[in-house]
Nanobody
Framework: VQLQASGGGLVQAGGSLRLSCTVS????????TGWYRQAPGKQRELVAT????????NYVDSVKGRFTISRDNIKNTVYLQMNSLKPEDTAVYYC???????WGQGTQVTVSS
């Protein structure tokens, strides 16, 4: 199983970024997927998940109303739309197939104040 994440970058506070993660070598439409992040000196935390059908999502409280997770089961891709970014959102973001050891390589998001 391979997960390829992309879309990170440097943005000013209040800006937006869209992360993408393409998953291969698995029946993508059957698995829940999620985004995690790890800031320097902190533990990795779950940011958002989306179920296999894309109709059920969950978010950590700190991103509710600002981030949106979605998926395209034809393109085998999960997305994280991040709006109203804050400096505290700065972290390496990882995608993951839920309840597995399959992780993407991480993409850096840096939000300047």
């Amino acid at each position: 199983v391979q997960l390829q994440a992309s879309g990170g970058g440097l943005v000013q506070a209040g800006g937006s970024l869209r992360l993408s993660c393409t998953v291969s070598r698995i029946f993508f439409a059957a698995v829940t997927t999620g985004w995690y992040r790890q800031a320097p000196g902190k533990q990795r935390e779950l940011v958002a998940t989306v179920n296999s059908g894309g109709d059920s999502t969950n978010y950590v409280d700190s991103v509710k109303g600002r981030f949106t997770i979605s998926r395209d089961n034809i393109k085998n891709t999960v997305y994280l739309q991040m709006n109203s970014l804050k400096p505290e959102d700065t972290a390496v973001y990882y995608c993951r197939v839920a309840n597995s050891d399959w992780w993407g390589q991480g993409t850096q998001v840096t939000v300047s104040s």
